[in-house]
T-cell receptor, first 114, second 109 residues
Framework: GAGVSQSPSNKVTEKGKDVELRCDPI?????LYWYRQSLGQGLEFLIY????????KSGLPSDRFSAERTGGSVSTLTIQRTQQEDSAVYLC????????????FGPGTRLTVL | RKEVEQDPGPFNVPEGATVAFNCTYS??????FFWYRQDCRKEPKLLMS???SGNEDGRFTAQLNRASQYISLLIRDSKLSDSATYLC??????????FGRGTSLIVHP
């Protein structure tokens, strides 16, 4: 079946612009996670959704970052007034239920802020 | 202290070698553990889950030691295609899986 998909695969933007990243999880997966990974670094947790609710937003690095999920499916991560330090690969993962379940990752969106 | 810690390596081994990675976790309430593999510029993919009784999948063996709070991954008869970064994941006692920073493995001819 279809896996997790993300769009765009690559995004180049200018400093100060807003960007929207999209994640389509596996159908039926109630949990959805956003991470970011800088070159050569580990995964940095950003936010977690259970259904449409985000019980844990503690990983969002600043108030320029926000995310929503609608219909228990698609999620968008929005970064306002992008900065060069926002450049990274943004990965989305979904799982059937809680954190104890296997996560399936999308291919990521590579964001470059010039 | 990070909840999940790994030696970043790189571990540089010849084909056919046996190599082992350890990963320590600080939250004794952690219940679920996994090893993921991440190839260069790709997303992480599940390699195997780690059960209390240990589990084996072909050349790969994972063990959990709750007393010492570590999990291990053993790779026997290393192949060139095993070259990747191996990420250790613990449930962290919450619904947020906690990833280690990964251990880099390079298998050379």
């Amino acid at each position: 079946g279809a896996g997790v998909s993300q769009s765009p695969s690559n995004k180049v933007t200018e400093k100060g612009k807003d960007v929207e990243l999209r994640c389509d999880p596996i159908s039926g997966h109630t949990a959805l996670y956003w991470y970011r990974q800088s070159l050569g670094q580990g995964l940095e947790f950003l936010i977690y959704f259970q259904g449409n609710s985000a019980p844990d937003k503690s990983g969002l690095p600043s108030d320029r970052f926000s995310a929503e999920r609608t219909g228990g499916s698609v999620s968008t991560l929005t970064i306002q007034r992008t900065q060069q330090e926002d450049s990274a690969v943004y990965l989305c993962a979904s799982s059937l239920g809680t954190g104890a379940d296997t996560q399936y990752f999308g291919p990521g969106t590579r964001l470059t802020v010039l | 202290r990070k909840e999940v810690e790994q030696d970043p390596g790189p571990f540089n081994v010849p084909e056919g070698a046996t190599v082992a990675f350890n990963c320590t976790y600080s939250n004794s309430a952690s219940q679920s553990f996994f090893w993921y593999r991440q190839d260069c510029r790709k997303e992480p993919k599940l390699l195997m889950s780690v059960y209390s009784s240990g589990n084996e999948d072909g050349r790969f063996t994972a063990q959990l030691n709750r007393a010492s709070q570590y999990i291990s991954l053993l790779i026997r008869d290393s192949k060139l295609s095993d070259s990747a970064t191996y990420l250790c994941v613990g449930s962290g006692g919450s619904y947020i899986p906690t990833f280690g920073r990964g251990t880099s493995l390079i298998v050379h001819p």
